[in-house]
């Protein structure tokens, strides 16, 4: 009875022959599904109890179907417990960090696989025919600093930094002197020793919560030219308005900032987090993401928004270069860390359910350019808030 129902609402056949169907290896499948909505699915492919021959094909089915709306819509005891920590949750700097080398910090070797020769783990930008994955990034570095104007010995401050690869970009190709910051140790490592041929004084990296500004800012020196932060907002959320607070005490009249991240589907019910339950235990703890609507409330009598542009499609096909990369490498990876199969398959379904995620616009991605009262943009879209 409960495979006919899942049938019914999802438009596929348990154990049937097409790519998109569930195969069913251990009934324990139904009981996972039926006492734990979507964090139950997740678990259960990830322990091999259900398969199929293209798990992105299934995705992009299922969050198209009456099913996951009533797993999404329907409040499960794991949404109400995220739920509640999204809306009470103050994130400590030692909670923070903590968050952040649970995802970052499991080996630069593997992000060095999945990523591409650039590093950089956000949305690349494919902008022409055959661009691959390294070509897209680098397009994303060029239009992000063209959006903003930055010129020779503009100082800029990234929050976020990853493996400190945009920050090499501006200092060696921009002429830009860069402060930036992580809190990944793996992270902070891998900047130290990628940019120690830099030019002296272009870049300095800082191991810091962006809260504590004493670490990674000299009170006597100037203000920042520009401040960018590229993939970095949805670790953010809880302290947003922090973030609101150092990029206008510390950016200079005239001066712009950039924010670069993934969005959400402004339709979510009530109860539900922003952040799915599954999401939030294995892959990313602490996250969040704003919907639109609720970013823009942190900017009023603060910023102005100058630019608002997204393009959703780009992140579901650097969501599938990123998978591609780490099944065409897997026995080296393997070979190289501690991960095992468990370790596959996450990464597998997180990757294949995020890039299915934005090709139905549950999810969507921003680039938001900000200027303080005064700004040199001239071209611009300026949106009253």
Known sequence: MIKKYIENLTGTKINGNSPYDIQVLDNRFFKKLLLKGVLGLGEAY???????????????KLLASPLIK???????????????????????????????????????????????KTMQYTSAYFTEEGMDLDQAQFKKFEIISDKLKVFKDCSVLEIGCGWGTFAKY?????????????????????????????????????????????????????????????????????????????????????????IDDVCRDTTCKRFVPSQSAWTNKYIFPGTQFFSPDKITKYFKNKLIIEQWTSDRSYYRDTCLE????????????????????????????????????????????????????????????????
């Open 70 to 116: 009533k797993l999404s819509g329907s409040v499960w005891p794991g949404d109400i417990f995220n739920y509640l920590r999204e809306k009470l949750s103050f994130v400590s700097i030692t909670k923070a960090k903590s968050n952040i080398q649970f995802h970052y910090d499991i080996g630069n070797e593997f992000y060095e696989a999945m990523l591409g």
């Open 322 to 385: 990123w998978l591609a990369n780490i099944k065409s490498k897997w026995e080296e990876i393997s070979r190289a860390g501690n991960y095992d199969e468990k370790f596959y398959r996450t990464w597998e379904y997180y990757l294949s359910t995020a890039a299915a995620g934005f090709e139905s616009g549950f999810l969507g991605q921003w680039q938001i350019l900000l200027s303080k009262m005064s700004s040199p943009y001239k071209k611009n879209v300026r949106i009253a808030i």
């Open 170 to 258: 501006l200092a060696e190709k921009r002429g830009c002197n860069v402060t930036a910051i992580t809190l990944s140790e793996q992270q902070y490592q891998y900047c130290q020793e990628n940019c120690s041929n830099v030019e002296n004084g272009k870049i300095q990296f800082f191991l810091s919560d962006f809260r504590q500004t004493r670490n990674y800012i000299d009170p006597k020196q100037d203000k920042f030219d520009r401040i960018v932060g590229v993939g970095t907002i949805a670790h953010f959320v809880p302290m947003f308005s922090a973030l609101v607070n150092i990029i206008t005490s510390q950016l200079k009249d005239g001066g712009l900032a950039l």
């Open 46 to 60: 990830v322990e091999k109890y259900w398969d199929v021959k293209d798990l992105y094909a299934l995705d992009v």
